[in-house]
């Protein structure tokens, strides 16, 4: 099956089975938890691709 993963700075700190894609109607909330707290920080820069992306094709993105 297909996983599921989140980078950061190149390197994957979480992963887990990707089952489904989003539905229509999905929130995707950046910065903020599902209790509502909230990222008390910057976020400086923030990529979404909707397909998966080779560990060679992360590494590149952070030479940027």
């Avoid at 989003?22 to 910057?42: E, K, R, V």
């Avoid at 979404?48 to 993105?61: G, N, R």
């Amino acid at each position: 099956g297909a996983t599921k993963q989140l980078c950061i700075n190149g390197g994957t700190v979480a992963n887990g089975a990707y089952n489904n894609g989003f539905s229509t109607n999905t929130t995707i909330g950046i910065g903020q938890s599902l209790a509502g707290n909230y990222w008390n920080g910057t976020i400086k820069r923030l990529s979404y691709f909707p397909l998966a992306l080779t560990s060679a094709q992360l590494q590149a993105l952070t030479t940027i």
